[in-house]
Structure formats: C-alpha cells, structure tokens
C-alpha cells in the first residue's frame, strides 16, 4: 500500500507510484480532484485533500508518432 506525505508533489511521488503500480506514463496522467484537473507542482497539503476526498485518473492517449 501507498501512503503518501502531504508534501509530496503529484509528479514526483503520487504519478511516479502509479506507473510503478499500473504502468500508466507519467506525462499521460491527469488527476482530478473536486472537478478540477490538479497542477503537478502541488503537494498533496497545498491540495487540502480531506477524509473522504478522492481523485480522479485520466489518461491521455499516447502519440502515435510513426504516422
């Protein structure tokens, strides 16, 4: 299990234990909270996520660079 620091920033810990555990890309995640995409450079404290408080995991299509 993951347990994260509220000082951890979403592109360095939260996205980076999500492609070690799925194998999502880092630049294909997106995290949505309360409807609103987050920005990476946010610690999980400036969020002010709460008990209950759940996030969201979009994934960007690949580029298909071979076209």
Do not use: C, Y
């Not at 995290?31 to 404290?45: A, C, P, S």
């Amino acid at each position: 299990a993951f347990i994260a620091e509220t000082t951890h920033n979403l592109d360095r810990k939260v996205k980076q234990v999500l492609f070690e555990t799925k194998g999502h890309e880092v630049p294909l995640q997106k995290l949505v909270l309360r409807g609103k995409q987050t920005q990476d450079e946010q610690t999980l404290e400036a969020l002010q996520i709460k008990e209950g408080d759940f996030m969201v995991l979009m994934l960007s299509k690949p580029v298909n660079k071979s076209l």
